[in-house]
């Protein structure tokens, strides 16, 4: 996003007496506040979404005054008591390998240890690789490739031995 859309949204909120507007795709984010009795407007800016939104099409018109849910991971339930979790150290986008082209690091069943790289996490453009810091196998996986993770979100449910 470049400086003249920000100027647009800035203008669109002006016309149409908006305080608030919000703008997330995947790997951007941006929040602007105004105040309505004419203060100006703040913006902020992330590189990592915290949590995915999809950015509508065009800027919406203030039909209601509602404020439009925020998306967060859905609940995972409970692991089975014999299982350990892998869970996010941060927030960004997992990947399951190196590369587009490149085998993911493990799979459902691949045995592991404490030092096994897993995954890898996105975090402001920065690839973060995640190690396993137990020893055991991979029983299931929690969460789809290239998704938004939240800090401790499980990832992985691994089978210690």
Known sequence: MDIKEIKRILELM?????????????GFRI???RKINGGEPQVMLASAPQAYIPAPATPAT???????PVATPAAAAPAPSN????????VGTFYRAGSPEAEPYVSVGKEIDEESVVCIIEAMKVMNEIKAEVKGTIRKI???NAT???????LFLVEPR
């Not at 203030?62 to 439009?68: D, E, F, G, H, S």
């Not at 938004?148 to 499980?154: I, M, T």
Request: proline share 12%.
């Open 14 to 26: 002006k016309e149409n007496d908006l305080s608030e507007f919000e703008l997330a795709e995947e």
């Open 83 to 90: 299982l350990v979790e892998i869970k996010s150290p941060m």
């Open 148 to 154: 938004p993770v939240e800090f401790g979100q499980p």
């Open 142 to 144: 929690l969460v789809e």
């Open 31 to 33: 929040t602007v506040k």
């Open 62 to 68: 203030p039909a209601t005054p509602a404020a439009a």
